[in-house]
């Protein structure tokens, strides 16, 4: 059974700082790409960073490049999003996911997602 949990997230200032991590569980983690989305009220979820299975790619949307660094650890079967200089656009919940299109219990594995973890910015 594919699981995504996710934690790290609460209340921060604005420049604050935040490290959300995700647990993956029942597929091959070491060999699957990953991504962080979040999605902020009415509002479409949207694709904040991927990592490649190795950690030797990575990619970030333009409204976080600099600020946010998406890492791993394939032993802990972990990727960590690193969020500093936070905004108050930032707020949103924060979700992992796999970026596979294998079919793990019948299901694709993109198609699983954890409950996410909220991150909100304000003074």
């Known amino acids: 059974q594919v699981q995504l949990v996710e934690s790290g997230g609460g209340f921060v200032q604005p420049g604050g700082s935040l490290r959300l991590s995700c647990v993956a569980s029942g597929f091959t983690f070491g060999t699957t790409a990953m991504r962080w989305f979040r999605q902020a009220p009415g509002k479409e979820r949207e694709l904040v960073a991927r990592?490649?299975?190795?950690?030797?790619?990575?990619n970030y949307a333009d409204s976080v490049k600099g600020r946010i660094t998406i890492s791993r650890d394939n032993a802990k079967n972990t990727v960590y999003l690193q969020m500093n200089s936070l905004k108050p656009e930032d707020t949103a919940v924060y979700y992992c996911?796999?970026?596979?299109?294998?079919?793990?219990?019948?299901?694709?594995?993109?198609?699983?997602w954890g409950q996410g973890t909220q991150v909100t910015v304000s003074s």
């Open positions: 996911n796999a970026d596979s299109s294998r079919v793990v219990g019948g299901i694709l594995l993109y198609a699983y």
């Open positions: 990592i490649s299975s190795t950690s030797v790619s990575t």
